[in-house]
């Protein structure tokens, strides 16, 4: 994939990284009998990163050894669209909620019971799913789950499962630098 892709507002980015913590991503926040879910990360436009930023696509994944997909939502208007780009706008800036993964884990372990998740439900520090589901819940939507126990899981789940109201627009793979 070459960077002639342009992304548009409210578009997700689900990302597949390799390493440990991908691996532990994938593994602890899938639902119990299930197999490993493809995504570990997740964007709209704006990235919960060490610190939540806003960057280029190309720039941050183009020839990294990650997996990219895009998302685009086709039942938002635009005034829903821009709702939610401001949501996730204001996360810019903030830092990464290291203990809601934590908090993911201990839910896992309880198989999957909101538990952990809703004890650790604060705004100031936001996860990559976080970012996603609160923005879009801004807008009404959501991924079958409440926003504070989305999972990168459960956003691949739902755009995937549901293609009449997310269109693929970049199909998981690595992008060409």
């Given at each position: 994939?070459?960077?002639?892709?342009?992304?548009?507002?409210?578009?997700?980015?689900?990302?597949?990284s390799?390493?440990?913590?991908?691996?532990?991503i994938r593994v602890f926040t899938r639902?119990?009998?299930?197999r490993r879910t493809k995504a570990t990360?997740?964007?709209?436009?704006?990235e919960a990163l060490a610190t939540v930023k806003?960057?280029?696509?190309?720039?941050r994944y183009a020839g990294a050894h990650k997996e990219v997909a895009v998302f685009r939502p086709l039942n938002l208007a635009a005034a829903d669209l821009a709702k939610v780009v401001a949501k996730a706008e204001t996360y810019v800036g903030?830092?990464?909620?290291?203990?809601?993964?934590?908090?993911?884990?201990?839910?896992?372990v309880l198989q999957g019971a909101y538990v952990f998740r809703r004890l650790t439900n604060q705004d100031r520090y936001p996860?990559?799913?976080?970012?996603?589901?609160?923005?879009?819940?801004?807008?009404?939507?959501?991924?079958?789950?409440?926003?504070?126990?989305?999972?990168?899981?459960?956003?691949?789940?739902f755009v995937t499962e549901?293609?009449?109201?997310?269109?693929?627009?970049?199909?998981?793979?690595?992008?060409?630098?």
């Open positions: 994939m070459t960077g002639s892709i342009l992304l548009a507002p409210g578009d997700i980015v689900l990302m597949k390799g390493g440990l913590v991908g691996w532990a639902s119990i009998g299930e990360h997740s964007g709209v436009i704006v806003r960057h280029s696509l190309w720039t903030r830092r990464y909620g290291y203990l809601k993964l934590l908090a993911h884990w201990a839910d896992w996860i990559c799913s976080w970012v996603v589901a609160y923005a879009y819940a801004e807008a009404g939507k959501h991924f079958g789950v409440e926003p504070g126990a989305a999972t990168p899981d459960d956003i691949w789940d549901n293609s009449d109201v997310y269109r693929e627009v970049v199909a998981l793979g690595r992008l060409s630098a």
